[in-house]
């Protein structure tokens, strides 16, 4: 792994064990390296949805600290967390539960009927899998088959 993708992983660890001390779920995290300053950018939500600023801000202190103490990044760095929105990516089993009923973009890992991106409803959940209604019909598409997801906002 190179600088970069290491470093995401420590940060990671350190933010995932401080949203779960703040019953907050990380949903997504993403390091750059932008004229030799990084740039940090979390998404956290509550496992409910509607994460405050409050709360947002909270968790910017205490990661912001830990990457200081911790990491010894100094001051090369910027820090943004903040809340994934109406569109945040669908990722894990809990993220498409919350969002039964809702329209979809499907960005799949293999193609189905031909398609690797598609428009779907969730249905519901079968363990890992998840139901999708589609132009095809009903299909089964377990989790580890999806590249990416975001509801579709209209």
């Known amino acids: 792994m ?7 992983e420590e ?14 779920e990380l949903v997504e995290l993403t390091v750059r390296d932008f004229n030799e300053t990084l740039r940090i ?6 496992p409910g949805g509607a994460i405050s600023f409050e709360e947002c801000s909270r968790l910017n202190r205490s ?9 010894k ?3 090369n760095y910027t820090l943004e967390v903040s809340s ?15 969002a039964v009923g809702r329209r979809v973009r499907l960005f799949l890992k293999e193609r189905i009927h031909g398609k690797i991106e598609m428009d779907a409803v969730i249905k519901g959940l079968q363990g890992s899998e ?22 579709i906002i209209s």
Request: aromatic share 6%; charged share 30%; glycine share 10%.
């Open 11 to 24: 940060i990671w660890k350190i933010a995932l064990v401080l949203c779960e001390g703040m019953g907050i």
């Open 63 to 71: 990661l912001d600290n830990q990457l200081y103490e911790v990491l």
């Open 130 to 151: 998840i139901v999708f209604e589609t132009k095809f019909g009903e299909l089964l598409i377990g989790i580890e088959k999806i590249e990416r997801a975001r509801q």
């Open 84 to 98: 994934p929105g109406l569109d945040r990516p669908l990722t894990i089993v809990p993220d498409f539960r919350r």
């Open 2 to 8: 190179g600088r970069i993708e290491d470093l995401r």
């Open 41 to 46: 950018e979390l998404l956290a939500d509550l």
């Open 73 to 75: 990044l100094g001051d």
